[in-house]
């Protein structure tokens, strides 16, 4: 029998067992991938042993496929016990580690990545956030990497997540810095659950810090601007960053997620300056209108009417949240209509993001989990580190309704999930997902349905044909209903995905197809005549 990929009736066969394959199945220690995460623990409790750390999936030596960079926490006295590390594709899902070879240093303890060419030299260079000083790890075009600080006066601060964007429409990447909370070793308090054991603090017993704006001068430099875009003006507790045009006026805006606290929708006035509307937009607290322990967070047009919705991973007993976007930037809690509260309520999720894991042509929803308090049945059972849980995998019905299918969906691994990375790291045409595990191994889900459905991927460049247009739109033209998507590296949990964009064909069959790409800046142009199955390169005429 064949699958077919028509939502209702692949999760009907996949229940009754027609499918020989479940969706996604585990290949991290087949393909190389060798890596153990330390968070560090020693019975202090310390909070940042149950934060985790991200992943990063990009091509680091422009040979056309994924290459993986895993985050290292480590001791919280010496930093890293051991390094991050860097693995090489070699094609046929098969990795090498190049961390040496490369010369990645990494002296704080990590948190996590994001990547962009920051120089406009063609090579993808990372930024490493961490629990102290972050880096910028410069990619030298010959393998290897220059390990710099990054501006004048940075500061040691506990960053989080981070995004490249070009918020000023230079043609040079800036970088937004999540900044979580005031906290060190000396300054650790002693916390304790509804039972008065000794358990992991709430981030609400310290004090939230504002985030940080670095702007990009021209040559690659990085300053920071945070005072004089309006940035510094406000704090939070920020563990997710997306970046994404919410109001349609051609001028990227940043949302950041923040644990426990309000979050913030800095929309972008053109001159330099950012103003924090997530209140009047409806995007600061949920439909009740309560703040959230929000984690993970991701921006995409799950329903097809041309702008960004958000969404975002949440502590257990308060669910997942999805803003859907009214059209001008003003949003709508339906988390519960859609199907997506009750089956999260039971879950604290990380990394997530819209993806079309099937190629039906509707985005679905990953979420990576794992608690931040202790599990009262897994201390009872002896758990060294009582937090696992299982991911989930939620299916887009085609309506916009999403059903939980992460029982037949091959996630059946229960850790203590946090960073998620995607990308299709086989160049098969659909997506996969690197999650990284906090004090555990590495997962690497590789996708098993893109020969069930056709496809088309697309790498947008900018007009040098150097590097990925960040922030640029893609738009698959189709007589029923266009698909659009934004070129991005951001959202996540501390990790960064694959900046090229796939777009799953379902039942279409047609031979070419065209599409029309506005980058940053208002410039459009269409393509015609591109045959699917395969990826294409564009680039401004």
């Given at each position: 029998?064949v699958?077919?990929m028509h939502?209702?009736?692949l999760?009907?066969l996949?229940?009754?067992?027609?499918?020989?394959k479940?969706?996604f199945?585990?290949?991290a220690?087949?393909?190389?991938?060798?890596?153990?995460?330390?968070n560090?623990?020693?019975g202090?409790?310390?909070?940042?042993e149950?934060?985790?750390?991200?992943?990063?999936?990009f091509?680091?030596?422009?040979?056309?496929d994924?290459?993986?960079?895993?985050?290292?926490?480590g001791?919280?006295d010496?930093?890293p016990?051991?390094?991050?590390?860097?693995?090489?594709?070699d094609?046929?899902?098969?990795?090498?580690?190049v961390?040496?070879?490369?010369?990645?240093e990494?002296?704080?303890y990590?948190m996590?990545?994001?990547c962009?060419?920051?120089?406009?030299?063609g090579?993808?260079?990372?930024?490493?956030?961490?629990l102290g000083?972050n880096?910028?790890?410069?990619n030298n075009?010959?393998?290897t990497?220059?390990?710099e600080?990054v501006?004048?006066?940075?500061e040691p601060?506990?960053?989080?997540?981070?995004?490249?964007?070009?918020?000023?429409l230079d043609?040079?990447?800036?970088?937004?810095?999540?900044?979580?909370?005031?906290?060190?070793?000396a300054?650790?308090?002693?916390c304790?659950?509804?039972?008065?054991?000794?358990d992991?603090?709430?981030?609400l017993?310290?004090?939230?810090?504002?985030?940080?704006?670095l702007?990009?001068?021209?040559?690659?430099r990085?300053?920071?601007?945070?005072e004089?875009s309006?940035?510094f003006?406000?704090?939070?507790?920020?563990l997710?960053v997306?970046?994404?045009d919410?109001d349609?006026?051609?001028?990227p805006?940043?949302?950041?997620a923040?644990d426990?606290m309000?979050n913030?929708l800095w929309?972008?006035s053109?001159?330099?300056?950012?103003r924090?509307?997530a209140d009047?937009a409806?995007?600061?607290?949920?439909m009740d209108?309560?703040?959230?322990?929000?984690m993970?967070?991701?921006?995409?047009?799950?329903?097809g009417?041309?702008?960004?919705?958000?969404?975002?991973?949440?502590?257990n007993?308060?669910?997942?949240?999805?803003?859907?976007?009214?059209g001008?930037?003003?949003f709508?809690?339906r988390?519960?209509?859609?199907?997506?509260?009750?089956?999260?309520?039971?879950?604290?999720?990380?990394g997530?993001?819209?993806?079309d894991?099937d190629?039906d042509?509707d985005?679905?929803?990953?979420s990576?989990n794992?608690?931040?308090?202790?599990?009262q049945?897994?201390?009872?059972?002896?758990?060294?580190f009582?937090?696992h849980?299982r991911?989930?995998l939620?299916a887009?019905?085609?309506t916009?309704?999403?059903?939980?299918?992460s029982?037949?969906?091959?996630?059946?691994?229960s850790?203590v999930s946090r960073?998620?990375?995607f990308g299709?790291?086989?160049?098969?045409?659909?997506p996969?997902?690197?999650?990284?595990?906090?004090?555990?191994?590495?997962?690497?889900?590789?996708?098993?349905t893109?020969?069930?459905?056709?496809w088309?991927?697309?790498?947008?460049?900018?007009a040098?044909g150097?590097?990925?247009a960040?922030?640029?739109r893609?738009?698959?033209?189709?007589?029923n209903?266009?698909?659009?998507?934004r070129?991005?590296?951001?959202?996540?949990y501390?990790?960064?995905?694959?900046a090229?964009?796939v777009?799953?064909?379902?039942?279409?069959t047609?031979?070419?197809?065209?599409?029309?790409?506005?980058?940053?800046?208002g410039?459009?142009?269409?393509?015609?005549?591109?045959?699917p199955?395969r990826?294409h390169e564009l680039?401004p005429?």
């Amino acid at each position: 029998m064949v699958c077919v990929m028509h939502r209702a009736i692949l999760v009907s066969l996949v229940l009754l067992g027609a499918c020989s394959k479940p969706p996604f199945s585990e290949h991290a220690a087949s393909a190389g991938l060798d890596f153990q995460h330390v968070n560090g623990m020693a019975g202090e409790l310390y909070l940042a042993e149950i934060m985790g750390s991200g992943v990063g999936v990009f091509d680091y030596d422009n040979d056309g496929d994924l290459d993986v960079y895993l985050v290292q926490g480590g001791s919280f006295d010496a930093g890293p016990d051991r390094p991050d590390r860097l693995f090489r594709n070699d094609g046929g899902l098969r990795f090498t580690d190049v961390t040496v070879a490369a010369g990645i240093e990494a002296a704080a303890y990590g948190m996590g990545v994001t990547c962009g060419d920051v120089d406009n030299d063609g090579d993808t260079d990372l930024f490493r956030t961490s629990l102290g000083f972050n880096t910028l790890l410069r990619n030298n075009g010959d393998g290897t990497f220059t390990t710099e600080t990054v501006a004048a006066g940075d500061e040691p601060r506990w960053s989080v997540s981070a995004a490249f964007v070009d918020y000023d429409l230079d043609g040079w990447l800036d970088l937004y810095v999540g900044n979580y909370v005031d906290f060190s070793v000396a300054t650790n308090k002693p916390c304790r659950s509804s039972t008065s054991a000794r358990d992991y603090c709430s981030p609400l017993v310290y004090d939230p810090q504002p985030d940080r704006l670095l702007r990009n001068d021209g040559t690659g430099r990085l300053f920071d601007a945070s005072e004089q875009s309006g940035i510094f003006r406000a704090t939070g507790s920020a563990l997710g960053v997306s970046v994404g045009d919410f109001d349609s006026d051609g001028l990227p805006d940043i949302y950041v997620a923040n644990d426990g606290m309000p979050n913030l929708l800095w929309r972008n006035s053109g001159n330099g300056a950012f103003r924090n509307i997530a209140d009047i937009a409806g995007v600061a607290v949920n439909m009740d209108g309560r703040p959230e322990a929000s984690m993970g967070v991701d921006s995409g047009d799950f329903d097809g009417d041309g702008d960004e919705d958000l969404f975002m991973t949440h502590l257990n007993r308060e669910s997942n949240t999805l803003y859907v976007n009214e059209g001008s930037g003003y949003f709508d809690d339906r988390s519960v209509s859609l199907g997506l509260a009750g089956a999260s309520l039971n879950y604290t999720g990380f990394g997530t993001a819209w993806f079309d894991y099937d190629n039906d042509g509707d985005l679905d929803l990953f979420s990576a989990n794992g608690a931040v308090t202790k599990i009262q049945a897994l201390i009872d059972a002896g758990d060294p580190f009582p937090l696992h849980q299982r991911n989930q995998l939620f299916a887009n019905d085609g309506t916009g309704n999403y059903l939980e299918v992460s029982a037949e969906s091959g996630l059946q691994l229960s850790e203590v999930s946090r960073g998620a990375a995607f990308g299709d790291l086989d160049n098969d045409g659909d997506p996969d997902i690197v999650v990284a595990n906090n004090n555990g191994p590495v997962r690497l889900l590789r996708n098993n349905t893109g020969h069930r459905s056709d496809w088309i991927g697309f790498r947008v460049l900018t007009a040098d044909g150097l590097r990925d247009a960040l922030g640029a739109r893609v738009r698959l033209l189709r007589d029923n209903k266009p698909l659009v998507a934004r070129i991005g590296t951001d959202g996540s949990y501390a990790s960064c995905n694959d900046a090229r964009v796939v777009f799953g064909l379902g039942d279409e069959t047609e031979d070419s197809f065209a599409v029309e790409v506005a980058w940053p800046g208002g410039v459009a142009h269409r393509f015609d005549n591109l045959a699917p199955n395969r990826y294409h390169e564009l680039v401004p005429p």
